[in-house]
């Protein structure tokens, strides 16, 4: 495809569920970020990727939260034990290089909310 | 603690106006910043900005960089209804997590 593609859209889930949402950047792209947006809050990052590895975690808001990237393309994001504090648009990004920043493509992201 | 403020949170303007957006920022090891217009979901990018004092321009958009102070300003001339988004304002502290940090944003509602 064109662009990043994030999947579901919408995901509407009950307190202490698990959720997984997935991510498909545009080929080629090496890096890939996953952010959280809360309401009314600026977009808050949780983990990056450059390939298959994540060398920084260090966003990520707790150990119910995780990310895997496999064959240097498809990413997921899990979140277990789902709390309403889980409740935000979660987007990904991809850029062509990793390291520092150049230009990040965001997806459409997906709406979590916790009920 | 890298932080990014933006101002206003929110602006109402009418369709020919001319607006400036402001971006302050507080973070190590700075090296650029990025505007973004965010409409529905997904952020697109607008501008990424390195050097003082270099306008860069886009049609009815421009925006520059001051490092000594610490801000940038976006500013969009003759506005049209379909400016009306949220412009994110995000600095890269090339720091370890290799994202960014981000503001608030700014919520600006063009009015016919």
């Known amino acids: 495809g064109a662009g990043v593609s994030q999947s579901p859209s919408n995901k509407v889930t009950e307190k202490g569920k698990d959720v997984e949402l997935r991510c498909d950047p545009i080929?080629?792209?090496?890096?890939l970020y996953w952010y959280r947006q809360s309401l009314g809050q600026g977009l808050e990052f949780l983990i990056y990727?450059?390939?298959?590895?994540?060398?920084?975690k260090s966003g990520l808001p707790s150990d119910r939260f995780s990310a895997e990237r496999t064959g240097g393309s498809v990413s997921t994001l899990t979140i277990q034990r789902t709390q309403q504090e889980d409740s935000a648009v979660y987007l990904c990004a991809s850029s062509q290089r990793g390291g520092r920043f150049h230009e990040q493509y965001f997806g459409p992201g997906t709406r979590l909310t916790v009920t | 603690e890298d932080k990014v403020v933006q101002s206003p949170l929110s602006l109402v303007v009418h369709e020919g106006d001319t607006v400036t957006l402001n971006c302050s920022y507080e973070v190590t090891n700075f090296r650029s910043l990025l505007w973004y217009k965010q409409e529905k979901k997904a952020p697109t990018f607008l501008f990424m900005l390195?050097?003082?004092?270099i306008e860069k321009k886009s049609g009815r958009l421009s925006s520059i960089l001051d490092k000594k102070e610490l801000f940038s300003i976006l500013n969009i001339t003759a506005t049209q209804t379909g400016d009306s988004a949220i412009y994110l304002c995000?600095?890269?502290?090339?720091?370890?997590?290799?994202?960014?940090?981000f503001g608030k944003g700014t919520h600006l509602i063009i009015q016919p």
């Open positions: 995000a600095a890269d502290s090339g720091g370890g997590a290799d994202g960014l940090t």
């Open positions: 080929s080629g792209h090496t890096a």
């Open positions: 390195t050097s003082s004092g």
């Open positions: 990727f450059q390939g298959n590895s994540a060398p920084d």
